[in-house]
């Protein structure tokens, strides 16, 4: 990874500061993506201390608000000449359904359209640096979710664990549809589930699901466990030319049968289009 850059979303704590540290002392230039600045210094100064002469860079913005998502991407391409590695990773489980500045769903919102809008506006500078590679964090617990295009966020009847599990869904179709539409282009895209984590990512759940989480949660995987399949799906040199893959356990894996729908991967890949008004051009060459 010499030489290579990388920009990790939700790269403050948990999996994202894991994958981060682990990349870094691979010899990548990382380049995080907070909203918080004071975490992002703490993060970036748990980096630079793991490995001996990191390159660490930070841009500070609001994924749940598309138009810092859209000067983020701005300052990346102004910043960087190059971006060899985009992973988004970021995430967020609402157990109430609330709206972002935008009027859209949060959890669909953060989780799945920032993926969608970031990766679309970073296309240019990710395909002139290829080969390169997109990675998607996605989950497990897309495999109980059915997208529901009459009410894609959740204004008819909405659960947090719902909500989530449909956005990492939706996580898997974008993915399988952005490498189909970038064949050729040397520009890879897969996604991945870490694994069961032991993260901060469900402290706000609560109710019967919430309390099962806690039970359980001594038996999950460490952060540094869980970033293992980030790690290697954004670095193996194995997997170079891998593209519309799903990875779990750092091995190829199969997706639920519902991810693998085309119909429903470009139904979404428009409805995300209309959401960022960038119909036509989203991701942008495509």
Known sequence: MNGKTCLITGATAGIGL????????????????????????DASKRIAASSSGAQVECI????????SIRRMAADVERQFDRLDVLINNAGVINPKRTLTIDGIEATFATNHVAYFLLTGLLLPVLKQSGPSRIVNVA???????????????GEKSYGGWSAYSKSKLANILFTYELARRLAGTGTTANCLHPGTVRTQLFRDLHGITGAAIKLVALFFKTPKQGAETT???????????????????????????ASYDEAAARRLWKASEELTNRTGAAPAGL
Not at 21 to 32: D, P, S, Y
Not at 231 to 255: H, I, R, W
């Open 18 to 41: 894991e994958t981060a540290v682990a990349l870094a002392q691979k010899g990548a230039r990382i380049v995080l993506i907070s909203r918080d600045e004071g975490r992002a210094e």
């Open 60 to 67: 500070i913005g609001d994924l749940s608000s598309q138009k």
């Open 139 to 153: 989950s497990d617990a897309h495999t109980w979710a059915r997208l529901d295009f009459d009410d894609l966020q």
């Open 231 to 257: 790690v290697y799906v954004a670095s193996a040199p194995g997997l170079e030319g891998v593209t519309g893959k799903y990875f779990s356990d750092c091995k190829q894996a199969k997706s639920s049968p």
